[in-house]
């Protein structure tokens, strides 16, 4: 069964440093998602991806962070200077079309040192 | 004023008792979409049932059954029979329309639910 996959499974930096966490989404999926999850809370919106821009992002989605996707299967979130408060979980998703059921991979864990 | 309200934290049932999830949502969309995702223990966000604003229809799959009433916003989740396996949290959500269209999941805070045996 198709799936979402996320590399890597837990990334570990210092503040202020550059990460990328990477995410191949499901290949016939047309909306990619970025979602995260700090320790015990809720799951919260980053940001949505349609025909190559930006669809919808939310107020956590400032400068710092960036979403491309540079070839024809990877979906890449930048996040430019790490600080404290981004450690989280950071879930993709993609979905076939929008409304439609978003399916998630397993997570990448950041911890910001 | 939260979008999606789990007011249930955490629910402690032993194996082989039903129990029930509750979701209450707002929205001034006539068109909406309503979802259930489980995170067992090792974390994943397994997508259980969507349902869309004009099917107010019950649905059952198994030991589970969902139950959305437009009149108090609500689409509550009853598990039958729970299990061990069952424990987990599980996350109500809301998608409505938005600047790009249907593209947010709006979660609630979860449900934390302990099944022993």
């Known amino acids: 069964e198709p799936e979402v996959t996320q590399t890597p499974s837990h990334q570990v930096t210092q503040m202020g440093q550059e990460v990328i966490l990477r995410c191949v989404p499901i290949s016939n999926h047309l909306y990619f998602y970025w979602y995260r999850q700090i320790l015990g809370q809720k799951v919260e919106f980053l940001v949505s991806f349609y025909n190559n821009e930006i669809s919808e992002k939310s107020e956590i989605f400032d400068d710092q962070f960036s979403v491309e996707r540079p070839d024809g299967s990877n979906f890449t979130l930048k996040i430019r200077s790490t600080k404290l408060e981004d450690s989280a979980m950071y879930f993709c998703?993609?979905?076939?079309?929008?409304?439609?059921?978003?399916?998630f991979g397993p997570g990448t864990r950041l911890t910001v040192l | 004023a939260q979008k999606v309200t789990q007011a249930q934290t955490e629910i402690s049932v032993v194996e082989k008792e039903d129990v029930t999830l509750d979701c209450v949502y707002e929205?001034?969309?006539?068109?909406?979409?309503l979802f259930w995702y489980k995170q067992p223990p090792s974390g994943e966000l397994v997508f259980l049932i969507r349902r869309n604003s004009f099917d107010e229809q019950n649905e059952i799959s198994g030991r589970y059954s969902w139950n959305f009433q437009k009149s108090t916003s609500s689409f509550n989740f009853t598990i039958t029979a729970s299990q061990v396996v069952d424990s987990a949290v599980y996350f109500c959500a809301l998608s409505e329309m938005g600047s790009g269209g249907y593209n947010k999941l709006i979660f609630g805070a979860g449900t934390r639910l302990a099944v022993h045996p």
């Open positions: 929205t001034r969309d006539t068109t909406y979409y």
């Open positions: 998703a993609s979905s076939e079309l929008q409304g439609k059921e978003q399916f």
